[in-house]
């Protein structure tokens, strides 16, 4: 089993920043790529940075230059810290890996995890 926990949302003034977190843990072989994801009331869920095992990193428009990911590889970690937030940023952020899991004492196919999410709320 492969769980990815998040942490770090909350509440925050417009112009404010806040970090987020998300650990992976469990059976893991290796991690490739670890994506941010956040859903608003209402809308569907998007794409909010992209790091890949070869450290390429992709933004949704709404959020470069304001926002950055990065990877502790040793810990299976990602973090996201974002920075002069809007209040168009208030959702639900969710951690996303793609793993390969150690299944049986082998390494298994590749699979993508979710975490259970946090929230952001970004006041005007």
């Known amino acids: 089993q492969v769980q990815l926990v998040e942490s770090g949302g909350g509440l925050v003034q417009a112009g404010g920043s806040l970090r987020l977190s998300c650990a992976a843990s469990?059976?893991?072989?290796?991690?490739?790529?670890m994506t941010w994801y956040r859903q608003a009331p209402g809308r569907q869920r998007e794409l909010v940075a992209k790091?890949?095992?070869?450290?390429?990193?992709n933004y949704a428009d709404s959020v470069k230059g304001r926002f950055t990911i990065s990877r502790d590889n040793a810990k299976d970690m990602v973090y996201l810290q974002m920075n002069s937030l809007k209040p168009d940023d208030t959702a639900v952020y969710y951690c996303n890996a793609d793993v390969f899991p150690v299944e049986n004492g082998h390494v298994g196919v590749l699979n993508d995890y979710w975490g259970q999410g946090t929230q952001v709320t970004v006041s005007s």
């Open positions: 469990g059976s893991i072989f290796s991690i490739a790529g």
């Open positions: 790091l890949t095992g070869g450290a390429i990193t």
